[in-house]
């Protein structure tokens, strides 16, 4: 019991210590990109979704977490402005058919993305590809719009991803924005009377690129190629997942302070589990169960009776189990061993009144006399097939 509580007083002063140290210590700056409307962290998007009706003044924003096809079709959906923002996109062919359906009928739908799946690229004919030479000078993108400023520059001072569509088909997609190496990161198609948006650096849109001028400015006129509309769809389910998806152990793993605390609280219950597994008696000893002796004593019996050749007594004592039998099984009267016994052993057992009349006839015959070998093995056999044949 002492054992314990120092155990619990070891781990209660470690797990304060270092509570304390977690406190004090400078949170450090999350660099994974998630493109959630709800992180504030440099690769979330939380800046852009709240700063939206500054591009879209009076608009109505709804967000989804379900895929493109079943937010457009359970939803009802006809007049809006789509927008993805995501690291990779991944639409199949029902979702591509239903976004064309949509974009046809007057909507404008914008992606931005490093990667967007195999079934758009193939439907497109086009593929995107990754610049990874820094010292190449194509982090500095400028829109191709002679009605813009075509000698601004803009660029991230973070080392980023300087992804490029390196294959498009230019009798139906439009350069809308270009590095310096002249390769295309941001194009129209025309779909109807809508059109779709792919923007190869989704960077530019996070929180990290919008406290930036030049990527806020970047931002701010990609977007405004989009056609005024009353209601914007935020995607988040190609960030987050379908609703549902979260579980507990998804906000333990978000927060760094909350996984470590997980860990040691696992740890620590391994430990004394561990530490509980110890023998706190002696060893309790084996006791070898008694044996069954049974087979052992009626070999001995035996090998008794038949050194002593005395056949009579071993018939005799056949003939009284034998009969002992009857009595508890068929509850026959076997004081008297006459005719009318042969019926009824004959009619309550099954077996054919001649085996019974031999049996009988030859239990006659055995008693008060001496008996031979041959005798002995005869009234043997006679009781096992009536035990064989009886029912």
Known sequence: MRDFKAYIIIASLLLVIYLIAQYNQPRPVVWTPTYAKDDKIPFGTFIIYNRLTDIFPGLKIESFREPVYNVISDHKITKATYIIICQNITLDEYDIKKLTEFIKNGNDVFISAQSFGTVLEEKLKLSTDINYDPKAPSDKIHFVNK?????????????????????????????????????TTFVRYTFGKGALYLNSTPQFFTNYGMVNPAGADYAAKALSYLRSSKVIIWDEYYTKGREGDESIMRVFFRSAPLKWAYYIALLSFIFFVL????????????????????????????????????????????ILYFLEYLRTNYYLKTNLLDLEF?????????????????????????????????????????IEQFYIKSR
């Open 147 to 183: 009605h813009l400023d075509q000698g601004k520059k803009y660029v991230l001072d973070k080392e980023l991803y300087d992804n490029y569509f390196s294959e498009l088909d230019t009798a139906h997609a439009v350069s809308l924005a270009q590095n310096e190496l002249k390769q």
């Open 275 to 318: 530490y509980e597994m110890k023998r706190r008696q002696r060893i309790i000893p084996i006791i070898e169960p008694l044996k069954n002796t049974t087979v052992e004593f009626v070999t001995v019996v035996g090998q008794v009776y038949y050194e002593q050749r005395d056949n009579s007594n071993i018939a005799q004592k056949k």
């Open 342 to 382: 042969i019926e009824k052993l004959a009619q309550k057992t099954g077996i054919e009144p001649s085996l019974a009349e031999e049996l009988v006839m030859h239990i006659h015959y055995l008693r008060g006399q001496r008996v031979s070998d041959h005798e002995l093995i005869k009234l043997n056999q006679l």
